[in-house]
């Protein structure tokens, strides 16, 4: 066991998707569906065969910068293994070409959920495991490498607050750095991580077969919520047998998207401050307080008609739909209420597609499966804003709160400045790219939206009439995917990789 973990990261990324495969497999012999077992069972064997061998010839492996070494891991990842998985998903749907099976793993291990499959009975039931499997895995990666990669380089959010260049290694991250070997750091918290990740799918999982839900869909939705990657087997959770009480429970098993709290346990804990205090769930709960009160409140300031006035009956639900509906979305699952068309009939037309947006913009807390800019540096922002304020008020007046909230709306809200006008610069080239493969301006703009922030069901409910991207052509669909690596990876990891102490010997 030393020798394989031991091996680069990379390669155990891929012998990790290949014992994977056999879960697919299996489920799919379960239902005597031959040809697709045999396909997973035979891409589980060769890419087997293919991770012995390059762990063989990479077994003495040592690179010059641990740390460097795992973070190109980190992006190799995104570029490799999706194709590695689209392997069996190609062989076992016969009228799909390798574009779109490489598109739908992209898509599944970056935890976006878009699909080019509208129909959702045009996939076997083990295809829709294995989808959301992917990214189950995927946002287990995403947990693992944010504490075990981006916390120690000052990177994927950390860089506001712990006060150390981006991209350089640091020991202010707590007991993050104490493990000097990146490989045994990963295997120390990915052996914290994984217990908790897999018990609450599971928790969840149960709660929804209680609920009403048959196994698979029970499973799916169960990955699909704490992956935040809002990857269903049917049509979401707006048409599953557990109806109000199945979103209940997704609901609150939402919320360990807004904090890092439950997954980390101690590992932060010079970092983290009281629950109430917490600037993400202080953000969170602003925009679930907000939000739908707004929307709601709107039904009795647009035009009606005489006689469109609902009763109080229509009015809960409404409200209700437009809450799950904002923390799905703020969280980028993308799962959307039952009751959501009530909330839109309520507040009436063209009020919802511009806060889901910005909702998938803002995004989740920082070393969650959430995608998005984060809270955190959207607080930054906002405390530096609110600063701002005061002094020109009282120019002289002096901000206080200690040294944690200085440099959060000092050098932490300067570092979160730079993320957010490097995500709007890539919002507008992946526009730009979208547009020059035929698309218009609205389309592409929820497109870019929705790949860069990993929130792939955006497309279907942000515009006014559901957009899909089976529409796409292939060169827009390479170019929706690589803004779903982007937004994944994050821009400033990948200019980590690019500044000169990466590459000087």
Same mark, same amino acid.
């Given at each position: ?197 897999? #018990? ?5 999982? /149960? @709660? !929804?077969?209680? %609920?009403?839900? $048959? =196994?698979? *869909? &029970? ?128 507040? #009436? ?5 511009? /806060? @889901? !947006?910005?909702? %998938?913009?803002? $995004? =989740?807390? *920082? &070393? ?138």
């Amino acid at each position: 066991m030393r020798r394989i973990l031991d091996l680069p990261f990379l390669v155990i990324l891929m012998g990790i998707g290949a014992l994977a495969m056999l879960l697919p497999a299996a489920h799919a012999l379960t239902l005597r569906d031959m040809h697709v077992a045999r396909s997973f069972f035979y891409g589980a064997v060769l890419l087997l065969m293919l991770t012995a061998m390059i762990g063989i010839a990479t077994a003495s492996f040592h690179p010059r910068n641990a740390a460097r070494s795992h973070l190109t891991a980190l992006v190799a990842a995104y570029l490799v293994l999706p194709v590695l998985l689209a392997i069996p998903f190609h062989q076992a749907l016969r009228d799909t070409t390798f574009l779109n099976a490489w598109f739908e793993m992209v898509s599944s291990f970056t935890t976006t959920g878009a699909t080019l499959y509208d129909d959702p009975g045009r996939l076997p039931a083990s295809m829709h495991l294995w989808r959301a499997l992917v990214g189950w895995l995927g946002g287990f990666f995403v947990l693992l490498s944010a504490v075990a990669i981006l916390a120690p380089l000052n990177l994927g959010g950390f860089e506001v607050i712990s006060g150390g260049a981006v991209g350089r290694s640091t020991y202010g991250t707590s007991q993050i750095t104490r493990i000097a070997d990146p490989s045994e750091r990963i295997t120390r918290y990915a052996l914290a991580i994984f217990p908790v990740y897999g #018990g609450l799918t599971l928790v969840l999982w /149960v @709660l !929804l077969l209680m %609920a009403g839900d $048959g =196994g698979l *869909v &029970a499973l799916c939705h169960a990955m699909s919520t704490l992956s935040t990657s809002g990857i269903s087997p049917g049509t979401g959770v707006a048409e599953s047998p557990s109806g109000g009480m199945g979103e209940a429970m997704i609901f609150v098993f939402l919320f360990f998207a807004i904090s890092r709290r439950a997954f980390y346990g101690n590992i932060m804990s010079s970092t983290l401050v009281p629950i109430h205090r917490d600037p993400e769930v202080r953000m969170a709960i602003i925009c679930l307080a907000v939000l739908p009160l707004v929307q709601f409140l709107q039904h009795w300031t647009g035009p009606y008609e005489k006689g469109t006035l609902a009763s109080a009956l229509h009015g809960a639900q409404a409200l209700w739909g437009s809450v799950f509906t904002t923390l799905s979305f703020l969280t980028t699952t993308g799962f959307v209420s039952q009751d959501w068309g009530a909330s839109r009939n309520w507040a #009436g037309p063209g009020s919802s597609g511009l /806060v @889901l !947006l910005g909702l %998938a913009l803002i $995004g =989740g807390g *920082v &070393a969650t499966t959430a995608g998005g800019v984060k809270l955190l540096r959207v607080f930054a922002l906002y405390r530096l804003g609110q600063r701002e304020v005061e002094r020109l008020i009282h120019p002289n007046s002096v901000g206080g709160d200690g040294a944690v909230a200085r440099h959060l709306r000092g050098d932490g809200a300067y570092v979160a400045w730079i993320f957010f006008m490097l995500f709007a610069i890539s919002i507008a080239i992946v526009m730009a790219a979208l547009t020059l493969t035929g698309l218009e301006f609205e389309p592409a703009m929820i497109f870019a939206v929705a790949a860069l922030s990993t929130t792939g069901p955006l497309v279907a409910v942000a515009a006014e009439a559901p957009l899909s991207y089976n529409s796409l052509g292939p060169a827009a669909k390479i170019v929706v995917a690589a803004a779903m690596v982007l937004g994944r990876l994050e821009t400033l990891a990948i200019l980590a990789l690019l500044i000169p102490e990466s590459w000087r010997r």
